[in-house]
């Protein structure tokens, strides 16, 4: 079983703050997944990182993949009111996911 | 639209009373499976199935049934629900690049 933590559980920031979570694992992961859920929806897959130290970018959220596939950040720049929701990692291959980070923008 | 769709939306019932979570994917994936997702505890796999025919448990089974006999149905079955089987169930589909696509959610009530 590989098991993932994040943290920190709750956020809480105002609009136009950067923030980071985190995703971490004493497994090596050969990927890994990062989904944003909104309140009453299914969680929506946002980048898989496949690649020790891979970094991808998605508009204002940059996801980075450990150099030892241990564990992946989430850093957000100028978050907005928009960004609120759970973020949660999730290892494709057994399909587990953490916890998540539940994210509250304030206008 | 590629989707996965389940329902009801909603479900409050007694405990002991057989009741029946359907989903439904148009995407032809093989993989799917259900997940129920708990405050503190994230979202935990209760079955999972590979193909039509072949199912599996996950890591929370107790209590739940699955069947596929179609590609693109995986229905989930509590024969005799508890209290404890209230939660939120997420039905999930999974695409040839291991991404999961999930559907809208079901909340169910057990009293």
């Known amino acids: 079983t590989q098991l993932l933590e994040q943290s920190p559980q709750f956020l809480s920031i105002q609009e136009g703050e950067n923030l980071t979570v985190y995703c971490n694992s004493s497994?090596?992961?050969?990927?890994l997944q990062w989904y944003r859920q909104e309140p009453g929806e299914g969680p929506v897959l946002l980048v898989t990182v496949v690649t020790g130290g891979e970094v991808k970018k998605l508009k204002r959220l940059t996801f980075q993949f450990g150099d030892a596939r241990k564990d992946s950040s989430l850093h957000i720049t100028a978050a907005q009111p928009g960004d609120t929701g759970l973020y949660l990692c999730?290892?494709?291959?057994?399909?587990?996911f953490g916890a998540g980070t539940r994210l509250t923008v304030k206008p | 639209e590629a989707q996965v769709t389940q329902n009801p939306r909603y479900l409050i019932t007694v405990t002991g009373k057989k009741l029946t979570v359907t989903c439904s994917q148009n995407m032809n994936h093989e993989y799917m499976s259900w997940y129920r997702q708990d405050p503190g505890l994230g979202l935990r796999q209760i079955y999972y199935?590979?193909?039509?025919?072949?199912?599996d448990k996950g890591d929370v089974p107790e209590g739940y049934k699955v069947s596929r006999k179609e590609k693109r149905n995986f229905p989930l079955i509590l024969e005799s629900p508890s209290p404890n089987q209230t939660s939120l169930y997420f039905c999930?589909?999974?695409?040839?690049?291991?991404?999961?696509?999930f559907g809208p959610g079901t909340r169910l009530t057990v009293t």
């Open positions: 999930a589909s999974r695409g040839r690049f291991y991404e999961q696509y």
């Open positions: 199935s590979m193909n039509v025919e072949v199912t």
């Open positions: 999730a290892g494709p291959n057994d399909m587990r």
């Open positions: 497994s090596v992961f050969s990927s």
